[in-house]
């Protein structure tokens, strides 16, 4: 897994007559662009598809009042996420879309670092250490490999996102605290595929119910924040800061909120059954609401010698 970050992006604009140049450019700013066909937009807006942004171009709509209402209703579907509007060349600054506060900020199609500079402020502006999100991921396998023994893993490149919405019906918290951090750990699936999977494997006569499939959850998470702590945390005291905001979750909408318009750090894994070809899609997110110093991150490196001494490791 690479512990370079990427983003998806949706691209409303079909008169790309800077394709190429564009491909570059979405190559060299780690962004997966994606496309989508008009009639299908509004429906996978309303899916639970991840993503940092919108980049919508100001003749998307056959004319501009109809333009205006389908960025509109993008922005009522997905209020979160920043819109980009790539306005055309010599278009009049009067024109009625760019007075739309909907818009966060607007590019040319020969102005591509002022689309560059929107990207780094409302996508990449939390700078993530390499060596975390490596660690995370390492720690994230080797939990997921000691509860699902003889399934593959295989995660995706670790992405932001700003969108929040919840994938799948059931999902764990838990806080992160530390000197440099203040957060939560996010962990998302569905429980059909789960209860397939470990009824597959199981040896019991009574079939699994949703409390193990809690149970299991319960058990990763708590797998990797005991090694995000004993990693990056170690017995430091967090700093001495009460701050605290309301989650808000809306079942019904899928949407959750940390009160916060942080982008945050995701990743993705499949587990797969070989045998019976079940897979489980599982989404990590973390989330750092109320305090983020990233300058002050640090691994703790475990002294063998300490332990040897303490009784704790032998030698051979």
Same mark, same amino acid.
């Given at each position: ?14 008169? *790309?007559?800077?394709?190429?140049? =564009? ?10 662009? &994606? ?29 501009? /009042? ?5 960025? !509109?209703?993008?922005? +009522? ?13 010599? $278009? ?10 909907? =818009? ?13 500079? /929107?990207?780094?402020?409302?996508? =990449? ?16 396998? +080797?939990? =997921? @490999?000691?509860? #699902?023994?003889?399934?593959? *893993? ?39 595929? &789960? ?18 499939? @809690?149970?299991? *959850? ?13 990693? !990056?945390?170690?017995?430091?005291? /967090? $700093? ?42 599982? !989404?990590?997110? #973390? ?5 983020? +110093? ?21 030698? #051979?």
């Amino acid at each position: 897994m690479s512990d370079v970050l990427v983003s998806k992006i949706l691209v409303l604009d079909e008169e *790309l007559g800077h394709l190429n140049e =564009f491909r570059e450019f979405c190559l060299a700013n780690n962004l997966v662009a &994606l496309k989508v066909k008009k009639h299908r937009l509004m429906s996978v807006l309303r899916s639970n598809i991840d993503l940092g942004a919108i980049l919508y171009s100001e003749t998307y709509g056959g004319s501009p /009042a109809e333009n205006a209402e389908i960025a !509109y209703r993008i922005n +009522s579907i997905r209020p979160e996420l920043p819109i980009i509007l790539r306005r055309e060349l010599g $278009s009049l600054p009067e024109n009625p879309l760019a007075t739309r506060h909907i =818009f966060c900020a607007t590019y040319t199609a020969d102005d591509l670092p002022s689309l560059k500079k /929107a990207i780094d402020d409302y996508i =990449f502006s939390l700078y993530y250490p390499c060596d975390l999100v490596r660690g995370i991921a390492e720690m994230t396998e +080797s939990a =997921f @490999n000691s509860q #699902f023994k003889g399934m593959t *893993l295989r995660g995706e490149t670790p992405y932001i996102v700003r969108d929040r919405v919840i994938f799948g019906e059931v999902f764990s918290l838990i806080p992160l605290e530390s000197a440099w951090c203040r957060g939560y750990m996010m962990i998302q699936t569905e429980e059909a595929p &789960l209860l397939d999977v470990l009824n597959h494997r199981g040896q019991r006569q009574e079939p699994v119910g949703f409390r193990e499939v @809690n149970n299991l *959850l319960s058990e990763v998470t708590n797998l990797i924040w005991g090694a995000f702590k004993n990693r !990056y945390i170690g017995d430091t005291a /967090a $700093s001495n800061q009460h701050i605290q905001v309301p989650l808000i979750i809306n079942h019904k909408h899928k949407y959750i909120s940390f009160g916060t318009e942080n982008p945050q750090l995701c990743f993705f894994y499949l587990l797969t059954d070989e045998e019976s070809g079940e897979s489980i899609k599982v !989404y990590q997110r #973390f989330i750092f609401n109320l305090s983020w +110093s990233p300058e002050d991150f640090k691994e703790i490196l475990h002294d063998s010698t300490a332990l040897v001494e303490a009784g704790e490791l032998e030698l #051979f």
